[in-house]
């Protein structure tokens, strides 16, 4: 088992400690937080250990878990490398471009496996058709939540689209040609709305709206490849494949057959794929160990979450325009 401890006992700390107890691959050593109060509380009422000093507990770990606020990433991450600890980061990876450049670099010098937590990769909706989709040219996601005071520190690009973002470029095999993108502050001193358009330079769209003031939560993402349609809902962990194939020759008189200007005639058959429930903060977490002891790729690399940032400041940039 792999010895892990965890810097930040807010809300999301909280279960990452529950679930990296749970974990029969990791071996809780304990937590940090800087906030007295709070990380005594948390000690009493859960019994973890509470260690002194960020650096007490990266002495003691082999994997160090950053559920801190942003600006602390990189601090953070760079002292857990520099001495040899494998590390967990929160998304997004870093605040700036630059600092995530600089952790992955340091990583890649010291040998260090490192994993970012964008934990919609492991979505069970998500999981059930990512290998159905198949060069996407037209992408369309929502991402709306009630408003929250938590996360109003940083753009909602950062907050929530940057789920979306990460999706999209797993999805996507080509690099970003162009991003449109527009973004209003209602609530906040920034921007609660976001919309923005990604083009890729082998001709795929991406339309991807986010807001942090709306009515009701909606995290829904549809990808439109050659001759199929393909739906995900984050949020009820859904997921429907839509396809058109060739007509046969004795179709099934309950058939749904579409028939274009030229006369092409296609059947539409529905797929609901099987969801297998998870827990995918746990899987993620889990996902990582076997990246350490196998010496492998982790499924959202330390490169990938740098590209999402990457993306994600140039749709941020783009407001500016």
């Known amino acids: 088992m ?12 909280k279960i990452h400690l529950r679930l990296l107890q749970q974990s029969n691959k990791y071996d809780l050593l304990g937590f940090y937080d800087p906030f007295k109060e ?52 929160e998304k997004p990876i870093t605040n700036t471009l630059q600092e995530a450049e600089a952790i992955r670099t340091l990583a890649s010098q010291n040998h260090i496996r490192g994993q970012v ?5 492991f979505n069970p909706a998500f999981m059930a058709v990512k290998n159905k989709i198949d060069n996407p040219m037209f992408i369309e996601t929502h991402r709306l939540a009630e408003f929250n005071p938590r996360g109003t520190d940083v753009p909602v690009v950062l907050d929530l689209m940057i789920h979306d973002i990460d999706i999209v470029l797993s999805t996507v095999n080509s690099k970003v040609a162009e991003v449109n993108a527009s973004g209003i502050s209602v ?14 330079e082998n001709g795929c769209v991406a339309n991807l709206t986010a807001s942090r003031i709306s009515m009701k939560n909606m995290r829904k993402s549809r990808f439109f490849q050659q001759d199929a349609y393909i739906s995900v809902d984050f949020l009820e962990k859904k997921s429907e494949i839509v396809r058109m194939k060739e007509v046969p020759k004795h179709p099934d008189e309950f058939a749904m057959i579409l028939q274009n200007a030229e006369g092409v005639k296609k059947q539409i058959y529905f797929d609901n794929p099987k969801i297998v429930p998870n827990n995918a903060i ?30 994600a400041q140039m749709v941020i940039d783009s407001f500016k325009n």
């Open 187 to 200: 609530v906040s001193k920034t921007p609660d709305i976001a919309n923005a358009r990604i083009e890729f």
């Open 2 to 13: 792999l010895k892990v401890g965890v810097l930040g006992a807010g809300h999301l700390g």
């Open 117 to 121: 937590g964008h934990v919609e990769r």
């Open 38 to 89: 709070n990380a005594q509380k948390v000690a009493k009422e859960f019994g973890y250990q509470l260690f002194n000093s960020v650096e007490e507990l990266i002495d003691a770990v082999d994997v160090v878990d950053i559920v801190t606020p942003t600006l602390s990433h990189f601090d953070c991450a760079k002292q857990a490398i520099e001495k040899g600890k494998h590390i967990f980061i």
């Open 282 to 311: 746990l899987d993620e977490l889990e996902s990582f160990a076997d990246a350490i002891i196998k010496d492998t790729t982790p499924i959202v690399s330390l490169t990938q979450g740098a590209e999402a940032l990457k993306v």
